[in-house]
């Protein structure tokens, strides 16, 4: 082995190395990112979902607010995190977030979506409680 042979070869791999291991940390941090969203826009969902059930219940401001609460706790490096919700059979919350600038000025953006049907769960039990009758009487 000729001296200095490792300094060279250390010179040449360390740049790459680096590359592996930033990358490595923007994919942890655009991962994180993703799954704290997905979990938010679907309890903010469920939460408007569960306000079709009072008599005056206004599901898209719940939705609206539960996923601006969600929506506040910070993300590393990401910025013009935007809102939606859209109510019908049923409540869809809905997160835009531009991420972090990683090398060159690429600029990765994040969707994620979450719905949840509009059940009330009056109806719903007397539907189970009825076809739980018809079911007992069929067998008896």
Same mark, same amino acid.
């Given at each position: 082995?000729?001296?200095? =042979? %490792?300094? !060279?070869?250390?010179? +040449? +791999? %360390?740049? +790459?190395?680096?590359? /592996? #291991? %930033?990358?490595?940390? *923007?994919?942890?941090? *655009?991962?994180?990112?993703? /799954? ?5 826009? *679907? ?10 059930? $009072?008599?005056?219940?206004?599901? $898209?401001? &719940? ?22 919700? =859209? ?7 809905? *997160?835009?977030?531009? %991420? ?14 979450? =719905? #949840?049907? #509009? !059940? ?5 039990? $007397?539907? #189970?409680?009825? +076809? ?6 069929? &067998?008896?």
């Amino acid at each position: 082995m000729k001296k200095g =042979s %490792m300094t !060279i070869e250390a010179a +040449l +791999l %360390m740049p +790459l190395l680096l590359l /592996v #291991v %930033m990358i490595t940390l *923007y994919l942890f941090f *655009y991962v994180h990112n993703k /799954v704290w969203l997905t979990a938010a826009a *679907y309890e903010a969902a469920l939460d408007g979902s569960m306000e079709t059930a $009072r008599p005056e219940g206004k599901s $898209r401001d &719940k939705a609206l607010k539960k996923g601006k609460e969600l929506g506040n706790t910070g993300f590393y490096e990401s910025k013009n995190l935007k809102l939606q919700v =859209s109510e019908g059979k049923k409540v869809q919350v809905t *997160y835009d977030l531009d %991420m972090f600038s990683v090398y060159g000025g690429f600029n990765s953006h994040l969707q994620v979506k979450g =719905s #949840v049907k #509009v !059940i009330k769960p009056v109806t719903w039990i $007397r539907k #189970v409680k009825g +076809l739980s009758e018809v079911s007992n009487k069929l &067998k008896g």
